[in-house]
């Protein structure tokens, strides 16, 4: 069947609603990359991928069943179709479950030309040797850079129909400085481009990790314990932001009713300088979200505006479920506001502190308590950083110490898939072993 | 079941070259408190080809698998493999010819249970638990079955043909402390199988979920714990993510290339001599394992990979390439987790073996610790630095076991920390339901008996 995407997408969704389907969506994507691979400092292997997505929703009586294959051939399709109904009429009904209702149809393009592999090997090539040259005693464990390519067509019963064609180039390193029997622990980092215009060493905080991994080196522990001041880099986002993200303002939480926030819409919920959107369309975000999974096109959501909680980060399901708006987008492309002061100053700010930029810990439960142990951090003395820390934990509640952000820096790391820059946290617990 | 497009290709290999079919497919329903929030089934499927090619590799792959899409993916990976070693000339041999075995299917795929039987068993187990626990807040039951099927044929003449099924029900619970903090358990059941053979009756799982239950009504009555250096016993659970996380990844070759302190410490003592572990294929202690693999990515024979014997690290974890590196035998740990990906050093049943000790005598011998019973997740570091969470720990105070303990987190330094075992109990425990991450997804099981050790806690 040598049909466009849009014919695919269209046959799939006729097809799932004379098989009984109330309501109905498809989603058709082609995809491709192309990826380099290093492994302990050495090229050593090119990936092709061609993959191609059909993702099937039927609804009947509110019953709801989903399937996605990767064949798009007729016979593929027709299976795929009685399968989702056949799902749908054995499933629970659920009055909540629903799609998105007609608006204007859209077509987005972020095309870049195709893949460049020449320009992206010497891309990767240059950085490794500049990496030699100027960090000899860092070991890329593996490193990925890689061109990929989507095609997408989303459809619904209700009229909606939305097509994106998305290309990109990215690359992520993961690291660790090696000096004799010494190591320090491993970091990584990486970025989403549209154009390989600059070198890799040069973009986003690349350099810089480099240089603090081969810092780490040696490190010293914490000798006591305190409750005090922490610098979370954006490197750490994941610790705040994306727990807040997932384990307070999401559907799970919410509909089992366990979130500290739930009833906290429009209350104030963090220090008034916190501004957090969900931002898919801010021209810093690379590929960022255009339509929903639910089909709704994508809008910028603030969830914590100055400190007062906005909006949740609900999908249509969690919406309807609980009584409340949905988020105007549906996930990731995180972006805190930045702040007015310089880095700096932050640091020097503090008289004893930590400056943390990675965090291993567990997710916290709906508690929000959080425990782990700080890597790839530095001590902070006297306004300065100092040592590089080893064996040292931090613990805190993850909704309480946003009512302790002291200041949010001016400087924030954009990788192409979110915007984050320093904050200082007033109030956390560091112990030393 | 795969039909077997490869073989006619194999006369066209001119290096060393791996041909791959695979059909990955799942199912899943989830109940979120009594909402049916996911139904869902997917298949992913197609061939890949990997060419080496002068100390480097080509790869390919699609998702139409038929004579012509094999033909146009191994000249894709063929073309992919020209390119690196003209781009990045390292010059290598071919790799060593293995002897060639052909492993045929172990288990039979196509009799996977339809998506109903595990809709009406979440249900029924859903509906038992919210009658049963009147203190819950809110609770969770996934029932999930995922088939991976692969197809292999090698240019050195081995060939394989193999499926593993694995079911897996997850039950979450949450409660509220007196003060309304939430708090939270879960419990996994995981098994090599189809899901209505493993689990034809919710019931029969009874007697773990009422246990589960009893410790979280110990957790809403929980205490913190005191943070700092402490003896411990560390139940089955957590010394299989210890084996897994701490140790398991610093002696898979690729990383100790990598720079993982596992390089400078073969052949030395990096633990107790009571600890001896193992990366085991498909059979462990004359049981089958809970996720056997009889022949990796590589078309390679799975072996036992014997880490560390009472003590003393033995060996790492290979590749066909990272074998020849270290001169030693590969064992059968290349493997890759979809059609899409190419095979990487990974683990497979990884177990610390089981010693001589009994729990009741191990909890009996601390006047002052912790039994650290439950763990949600864990990471470590190539330095041996590893974090796990403890979801549920009691307080031993006098040899008995007293308070239930709040959520925290251990760490330690792996090569350190096995130096303070002490102890290591005479039973073993496996568990199979999580997902490895090492670029890709991968199905591992971890086992091990308890542990006496000291090891550094988080509280307040």
């Known amino acids: 069947m040598s049909k466009s995407r849009q014919e695919l997408a269209l046959y799939a969704l006729e097809a799932l609603k004379k098989a009984g389907a109330d309501k109905a969506a498809c989603k058709v994507t082609r995809s491709r990359k192309e990826e380099f691979n290093i492994e302990a400092n050495n090229f050593s292997l090119l990936r092709t991928l061609f993959n191609d997505e059909l993702y099937l929703k039927a609804l009947i009586g509110g019953k709801k069943g989903v399937v996605s294959v990767n064949k798009l051939d007729k016979d593929s399709i027709d299976k795929a179709v009685d399968d989702c109904v056949t799902l749908a009429k054995s499933a629970t009904p659920d009055e909540a479950e629903d799609i998105a209702e007609k608006a204007e149809n859209k077509s987005f393009s972020r095309n870049i030309g195709g893949p460049d592999m020449a320009s992206l090997f010497t891309r990767t090539k240059e950085f490794l040797e500049q990496s030699k040259d100027e960090f000899p005693k860092i070991i890329f464990e593996s490193m990925a850079s890689e061109f990929t390519a989507s095609e997408t067509t989303y459809v619904n019963s209700n009229g909606v129909e939305f097509n994106d064609e998305c290309e990109c180039y990215s690359y992520g390193p993961m690291f660790s400085a090696k000096d004799g029997e010494k190591s320090s622990s491993f970091n990584y980092t990486g970025s989403t481009l549209t154009r390989l215009d600059k070198p890799f060493m040069d973009i986003g905080l690349m350099r810089a990790l480099l240089d603090e991994s081969v810092r780490s080196l040696d490190t010293r522990m914490v000798d006591e314990k305190f409750v005090g001041k922490v610098i979370v880099a954006p490197t750490c986002g994941d610790m705040i932001w994306d727990t807040l993200l997932y384990s307070f303002l999401g559907d799970g939480s919410l509909i089992e009713g366990t979130s500290r926030w739930k009833d906290s819409l429009g209350e104030k919920v963090a220090d008034s300088k916190l501004t957090m959107r969900l931002a898919p369309l801010n021209e810093g975000i690379v590929g960022g979200e255009r339509f929903t999974p639910d089909g709704f096109e994508a809008q910028n959501t603030d969830l914590i505006r100055d400190g007062v909680l906005n909006s949740f980060a609900l999908s249509l399901y969690g919406s309807k479920k609980v009584s409340k708006p949905r988020a105007l987008c549906s996930s990731g492309a995180l972006e805190i506001v930045a702040g007015d002061a310089s880095l700096a100053d932050m640091i020097k700010s503090v008289e004893k502190g930590i400056l943390l930029g990675r965090f291993s810990g567990a997710s916290p439960g709906a508690s929000g308590d959080v425990s782990g142990v700080a890597k790839n951090s530095f001590l902070i003395e006297n306004g300065a950083v100092t040592d590089a820390i080893s064996e040292t934990m931090v613990s805190f509640n993850v909704v309480d110490i946003l009512q302790n952000i002291l200041s949010i820096s001016k400087e924030r790391n954009e990788d192409g898939s979110s915007l984050l820059p320093w904050c200082l946290f007033d109030g956390i617990t560091v112990s030393g072993k | ?460």
């Open chain 2, 1 to 460: 079941m795969l039909r077997d497009l490869l073989s006619e290709h194999k006369s066209s290999f001119k290096d060393y070259t791996e041909l791959r079919a695979q059909v990955n497919t799942s199912s899943r329903v989830t109940l979120l408190a009594g909402n049916m929030v996911s139904n869902a089934q997917s298949s992913g499927g197609g061939v890949s080809a990997r060419v080496y090619k002068g100390g480097t590799f080509g790869f390919a792959s699609g998702a139409e698998y038929s004579a012509e899409s094999v033909k146009n993916i191994l000249t894709a990976a063929t073309d992919n493999a020209l390119f690196m070693d003209n781009h990045v000339k390292k010059g290598q041999p071919p790799l060593p010819t293995l002897t060639a075995d052909n492993v045929g299917l172990k288990l039979k795929p196509g009799s996977e249970a339809p998506q109903s039987v595990l809709i009406d068993f979440a249900n029924e187990l859903d509906s038992i638990i919210e009658k049963k626990y009147k203190k819950l807040t809110s609770r969770t039951v996934v029932a999930d079955y995922l088939g991976i099927e692969k197809m292999l044929v090698v240019s050195d003449g081995a060939s394989s043909h193999s499926f593993q099924p694995r079911s897996t029900v997850y039950v979450f619970m949450s409660a509220e402390t007196d003060d309304g903090i939430p708090i939270e358990l879960f419990e996994p059941f995981s098994a090599l199988g189809q899901f209505d053979t493993l689990y034809p009756d919710p019931k029969n799982l009874m007697e773990s979920v009422d246990r589960l239950y009893e410790q979280l009504m110990h957790k809403r009555e929980g205490v913190y714990s005191k943070a700092g250096l402490c003896k411990c016993i560390m139940h089955p659970d957590l010394a299989g993510i210890l084996a897994h996380e701490a140790v398991g990844h610093t002696v898979e070759a690729d990383l100790v290339l990598g720079g993982s302190v596992a390089a400078h410490n073969m052949g030395k003592q990096v633990a107790s001599e009571l600890v001896s572990m193992v990366d085991f294929a498909h059979t462990a202690l004359g049981k089958p394992c809970p996720l056997p693999v009889y022949v990796d990515d590589e078309g390679v024979v799975a072996e036992d990979a014997l880490l560390i014997e009472d003590g003393i690290l033995k060996s790492y974890m290979h590749n066909r390439e990272s074998a020849r590196h270290f001169d030693v035998k590969p064992q059968g740990n290349a493997r890759a987790f979809a059609f899409t990906d190419e095979p990487l050093i990974r683990m497979r049943n990884t177990a610390i073996l089981p010693g001589k000790s009994k729990l009741e005598d191990m909890i009996a011998s601390i006047d002052d610790g912790y039994y650290l019973v439950k763990t949600g997740n864990g990471q470590a570091d190539t330095t041996g630095e590893f974090m796990f969470s403890v979801e549920l720990g009691y307080e031993i105070k006098n040899g008995k076991l007293g308070k239930a303990i709040r959520e925290t987190t251990i760490s330690g330094v792996a090569f350190e920390m096995l130096k303070t075992v002490d102890m290591v109990s005479d039973d073993m425990l496996w568990s199979c339901s999580g997902f490895c991450g090492k670029k890709q997804y991968m199905t591992t099981a971890g086992g091990g008996p308890a542990l006496r050790c000291e090891i550094n806690i988080g509280g307040r």
